[in-house]
């Protein structure tokens, strides 16, 4: 048997909620890593990491999606927006389909910068997970899954977005 199976439920629980907030704050430093190393705000990164997402969904994302996304006015976001487009890390296109649309889109040039620096991140977690088994990985899968769908519950009742 080992310690963690020793341990009573709720030392497990505030052994699991401490290890998430610590892998929470190591990720964010990693990110912040990045940011600095690229001249880039907290928002700019989470308005990547939304556009990013809609682009490995196969989805277009205008600034105003964008700017729910961030929980951001629509000004704000033209900022955050206008300091990426100087910087060279996104593009405001128009749509093919509604020319008055505009969609955003990641410069190849930030998609390398991002891949260079988060790369061996990957390869090392990889590295890590390869000592739990494949069920194990589909508990991990479904203990996080339940861990991010509590936070956006909780979230949504403190800001009265529930529904």
């Known amino acids: 048997m ?12 505030a052994t699991l909620a401490r290890l998430l907030r610590q892998l929470t704050v190591e990720t964010d430093r990693f990110a912040e890593m990045f940011g600095e190393a690229h001249g880039l705000h907290r928002t700019d990164l989470n308005a990547l990491v939304v556009i990013m997402a809609a682009t490995r969904r196969g989805r277009q994302i205008s600034p105003g999606q964008l700017a729910r996304a961030l929980h951001l006015s629509a000004s704000a976001t033209t900022t955050v927006l206008d300091r990426l487009e100087i910087a060279g890390y996104v593009e405001r296109d128009r749509s093919s389909d509604d020319r008055r649309r505009v969609e955003l889109r990641m410069s190849d040039r930030i998609v390398r910068m991002g891949e260079q620096y988060f790369r061996p991140l990957g390869v090392e977690v990889s590295r890590a997970w390869a000592r ?13 899954t339940a861990s991010i769908d509590a936070t956006l ?6 800001t009265g977005n529930e529904g």
């Open 2 to 13: 080992t310690n963690a199976e020793r341990m009573p439920d709720d030392l497990h629980d």
């Open 132 to 144: 739990f088994t494949p069920q194990e990985r589909v508990t991990i899968i479904e203990f996080l």
């Open 153 to 158: 519950q909780v979230r949504a009742r403190l």
